[in-house]
């Protein structure tokens, strides 16, 4: 019997291929003087002064490895939001807090499940654990909780949902998302992605973290590098059911939470003010950019929050509205593929750059109704 051919170099997982890399807003307009980035949703504020004083001492301390637990941190959190610091587990970004809950709950023949126009990290997440995706139609742009239900099946283990979403900036009132984590089975995990709740300001919606605390199948994940500002520093947690912060710190890795990011979320923890400055300003420029954008004759969805999804009549006029905006230095984040081909996502950014994108497209509409 012949031996089988030995492979000529290591091969990777097969799931590992039907991985499409995930690609960032694009930042640059190549002759262009100045930028106005608004592909990312990042806050126009920056991170409190607080954080940066912090960062700025922990670079004495380089040499140290950070505190493995994040014990300070853990408990700055738990402060803020009332929780046990004993069921926060931090990571960095809660980018990596989602892989580590699917490398912890998923394997081949499992299925993660998602909404139709959900952030793509869940979906190469469980790619990346080997199980199989699927995806719950929406309603209006929105998660539709008899469409999630209908697709959970006995290899369902984990449903993500994102309140509110990116990039469609809708969200589940309290009552809805209830509803979803009583009609769950109790071995399915519910993870909710609640990366922009502080600019969730309605009055229906609610973070999660009453439910986590509660439940012991619901993880609520969180994020620093939105309001916070603190993008560059990957820094997320979660707040989950004693039994899934054993699992989670049994794989990530030990020191996954650098010292500046750990010293710099305390910090911004302790700023209120800068934070409240920031709901305001989105509060304020979030209403005002979707009335006057909708005047010209675009469609603008509901956004809980820091973004706006502009929708025009094809793809093709997307494509041409991204290339107008990017010429005049305002980059914006095409959304195709989360399956809106004619949509770009808006970040709602300072005075200066939301002025200039209104008339930007002011002028764009002008063009448009010549054509």
């Known amino acids: 019997m012949t031996k089988p051919e030995a492979a000529a170099r290591p091969i990777p997982n097969p799931s590992v291929f039907a991985i499409d890399p995930y690609v960032p807003g694009k930042s640059s307009a190549p002759g262009v003087a100045k930028i106005h980035k608004l592909s990312s949703n990042e806050t126009p504020l920056g991170p409190s002064p607080k954080a940066k004083e912090a960062f700025?001492?922990?670079?004495?301390?380089?040499?140290?490895?950070?505190?493995?637990?994040?014990?300070?941190?853990?408990?700055?959190?738990?402060?803020?939001?009332?929780?046990?610091?004993?069921r926060v587990v931090c990571g960095s970004g809660s980018d990596e807090i989602l892989h580590l809950l699917a490398a912890a709950y998923l394997r081949p023949g499992d299925e993660g499940l998602f909404t139709?126009?959900?952030?793509?990290?869940?979906?190469?997440a469980i790619l990346a654990a080997g199980a199989t995706p699927v995806v719950a139609p929406e309603k209006n742009l929105t998660a539709d909780v008899d469409a999630i239900l209908a697709r959970v099946s006995p290899r369902?283990?984990?449903?993500?949902?994102?309140?509110?979403?990116?990039?469609?900036?809708?969200?589940?009132?309290?009552?809805?998302?209830?509803?979803?984590?009583?009609?769950?089975p109790p071995r399915t995990l519910f993870v909710i992605d609640a990366a922009?709740?502080?600019?969730?300001?309605?009055?229906?919606?609610?973070?999660?973290?009453?439910?986590?605390?509660?439940?012991?199948?619901?993880?609520v994940t969180r994020t620093f590098s939105k309001i916070h500002g603190l993008a560059a520093l990957r820094l997320g947690?979660?707040?989950?059911?004693g039994h899934v912060c054993d699992a989670l710190n049994r794989i990530r890795p030990p020191f996954n939470v650098n010292g500046a990011a750990l010293a710099a979320g305390v910090a911004s923890l302790e700023d209120e003010a800068h934070i409240a400055a920031a709901v305001a300003h989105n509060d304020l420029w979030r209403a005002r950019l979707a009335?006057?954008?909708?005047?010209?004759?675009?469609?603008?969805?509901?956004?809980?929050?820091?973004?706006?999804?502009i929708g025009f009549s094809s793809p093709q006029e997307a494509?041409?509205?991204?290339?107008?905006?990017t010429a005049r230095g305002l980059i914006l984040r095409a959304v195709g593929a989360y399956g809106l081909p004619r949509s770009l996502r808006l970040t709602v950014g300072s005075a200066e750059a939301n002025e200039l994108v209104v008339t930007a497209l002011r002028d764009f509409s002008k063009l448009r109704a010549k054509a």
């Open 291 to 309: 009335g006057e954008i909708a005047a010209l004759g675009f469609d603008v969805a509901p956004s809980a929050g820091n973004f706006l999804l």
């Open 156 to 184: 369902t283990k984990i449903v993500f949902l994102a309140n509110p979403n990116n990039p469609t900036g809708s969200y589940l009132p309290k009552r809805e998302v209830e509803r979803l984590a009583d009609a769950l």
């Open 237 to 241: 947690w979660c707040y989950a059911p």
């Open 56 to 86: 700025r001492a922990a670079g004495d301390a380089l040499e140290a490895y950070p505190d493995g637990a994040a014990n300070a941190l853990r408990e700055a959190i738990a402060r803020k939001h009332g929780l046990d610091p004993a």
């Open 319 to 325: 494509a041409d509205a991204d290339a107008f905006l």
């Open 116 to 124: 139709e126009h959900g952030f793509l990290v869940y979906k190469i």
């Open 196 to 219: 922009y709740a502080e600019y969730a300001t309605q009055t229906d919606y609610d973070d999660g973290l009453a439910l986590a605390g509660a439940r012991e199948n619901v993880v």
